[in-house]
Structure formats: structure tokens, C-alpha cells
């Protein structure tokens, strides 16, 4: 079972976990590119009681295209986005990739809201494409 570790940019967000993901995929929704102030988003699925979170979080309380709520929970002293719930997913918490303290082990396999995908974005590596959410 794989052990990973990351936190914020300021440190006083931590967390860790022993667990295999569940999924870990690129996300084009529009939302997620605001949110992440670039062309996509990176996410590490993992089951939510795996999940080991040290340190205060602030959260945003979004809407997916489902209509059901979206917690996008980030450090209130540096701003970065560590983690965001979906209702639409429950049991399951989504890790930001690029808090994590080593992310060479990281292989998405999918690709979501490709529909809202900027033009220019072209990625080399072979993933499954879905237009919009996958069943």
C-alpha cells in the first residue's frame, strides 16, 4: 500500500495518507481552472477516512454541473487549494497533486470536462477522455 504526504505552500496545512487512490485524473471545468489559476486541475481520489489532515482549512462551498454541492477546502494564511469534496462523490476526498510533497509516483489516467478543455491543451500521455463527468 503506497504512503504519500504533502501539504500547503505555508506548511500549516499538512496531511498523509496509506492508501491506494481510487483515481487520480485532470479535471477542464471551468470552476476547477479558476480555482486552480491555470488550464486544469490535477486530483488524487483517495477514500476519506484514509486521510489524515493536520492544520485548519477554509472552505468554498461551489456547485458542480450535478447541481450538488462542491467543497473546495484551502489554507487561509497561504491560499492554496489542498482538497475538495463533492457531494456527488460521497466517502471519497480529492487531494490537490501539487500539494504533495513527492509527486513522481503520480500517473493520471483520466481526463473530465475535456468539452471545457482550453484549445490549446494537448497531452501526450494516453488517458480516457470524458466530455463532461464520468458515470
Not at 504526504?5 to 479558476?34: M, S, W
Not at 513527492?102 to 468539452?115: G, K, N, R, T, V
Amino acid at each position: 500500500m503506497p504512503q504519500f504526504a504533502g501539504g500547503c505552500l505555508c506548511g500549516k496545512v499538512r496531511y498523509r495518507a496509506e492508501v491506494d487512490p481510487a483515481f487520480t485524473g485532470i479535471c477542464h471545468c471551468r470552476n476547477c481552472q479558476k480555482q486552480s489559476g491555470g488550464v486544469f486541475s490535477v486530483g488524487i481520489g483517495v477514500p476519506h477516512h484514509a486521510l489524515i489532515v493536520q492544520g485548519q482549512l477554509k472552505t468554498f462551498s461551489d456547485k458542480g454541473d450535478s447541481g450538488k454541492a462542491v467543497y473546495r477546502r484551502f489554507c487561509p494564511s497561504c491560499g492554496s487549494s489542498v482538497l475538495t469534496e463533492v457531494d456527488a462523490m460521497p466517502g471519497v476526498i480529492m487531494i490537490a497533486a501539487g500539494t504533495l510533497d513527492d509527486a513522481s509516483w503520480l500517473q493520471p489516467s483520466l481526463q473530465m470536462y475535456c468539452d471545457s478543455a482550453q484549445p490549446w491543451v494537448k497531452l501526450a500521455a494516453p488517458l480516457k477522455r470524458f466530455g463532461r463527468m464520468p458515470s
